[in-house]
């Protein structure tokens, strides 16, 4: 099936496909369809050689209608502005099905952050912020980890900031180290918030989650923890997971058929989300291809590595006993595996819903800054969970009421939040 490839593309497809279902009007598309601010710069960076490289960046903000724009910053060697647009216009969805009064942002520099010291890295994300300081803020725009990109580097980001305008502004930047401004419950937001919405779908669906099986891709933040809830909150089972081996340079599944043991891969697992293979395999774990994850006979599958994984090729090895496909990662499924997911009626939970509970916690992050007083761990996940559980909920009724797709109903209720603030505040 041809189609559009370009990130940008997909994401102004996807908005109009349901802009034509909700019958938008020309003013309003051609405010949504764009972002409302670029910024595009050069960051000179003194190495540690002490020759100076220049480093070409991009801040988009897409929409602030409903809160300030809200949005990581990404450190990729083939960052594009058109993946920066397309994942900042995602991130006003995401933030309007979630409920939570941002709006949508993104940053890229195109770099590999692998090739920089610590030195380097401190001088680069400086220099971002001393670019960017006067359209940042916790009123305006509020960046936040992401590809390529650490809690220690949002640590130094939200120092620059705080010394240029000479006051101590933690609410600037989230995803910051415990300590320095950050929030309890970070960590295991969005792989616990995956799990919240797979419970609410089991509930739809009438599957108790005790006699359930799971099997997921990767097995980095989001796979960890999403691996640990499904077991540890749902009773449920997980039988496989998998990762990319970065020394042999491809994927290995990691199987077990009474259930793996999240806490005990994690502890053979590397910052990169890279499992020791002899370690696993003495432990009696067998290991298959990258790609046998898929094919497991499960009730849920959590596809929690990358974009693009669910294919029109590999959804013809879903197995027949899969009930629920819990979208962890953004855009792992592509437009002609939809259809046949669509088809087979396997119950999608879309990725802006299903993995909007890292920037649910982000914006608790920021609430905490802003009243300088912080919630437990305990208090962070159970606002969590209530807002996940609401925030499916409403995809869901929409899905019912229109006898829409839970994607299309994702975006009718994002969409439907964004241009009711547009009105209010009189911009259409
Ligand atoms: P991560 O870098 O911590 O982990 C990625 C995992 O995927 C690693 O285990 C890696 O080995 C594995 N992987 C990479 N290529 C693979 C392949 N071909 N086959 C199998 N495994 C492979 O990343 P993360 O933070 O867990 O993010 C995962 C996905 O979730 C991404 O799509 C990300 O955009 C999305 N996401 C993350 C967050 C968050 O808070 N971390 C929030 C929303 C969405």
Redesign the pocket.
Known sequence: MSGPTNAFEIAQQQFDRVADQLELDDQVREQLRWPAREFHFRIPVRMDNGVIRVFEAFRVQHNDARGPNKGGLRFHPAETVDTVRALAMWMTWKCAVANIPLGGGKGGVIVDPSTLSDGEKERLVRGFMRVMWRNVGPRQDVPAPD?GTTPQMMGWMMDEYSRITGQYTPGVITGKPLGGGGSEGRTE??GFGVIYTVREAMKHLGIDPKTTTASL???????QYAALGFIEHLGGKVLCV???DRNDRT?YTFSKEDGIDPRFLMSITDQ???IDKEKAKAAGYQIED?GAWITKDVDVLIP????GQVTGESVKLISPKVRILAE???GPTTPDADEILKQRGIFVIPDFLC?SG?VTVSYFEGVQNDQNFYWSREEVLKKLDENMTTAFGSVLDMSLKKSVYMRDAAYMVAIDKVVRAMKLRGWI
């Open positions: 590809v937001a969005t891709q990767g097995f980095g933040n989001v796979s998998s990762c990319w994927s990169y989300g890279t990258g929690a590595a990358l974009e962890a990662a953004n993995n890292g």
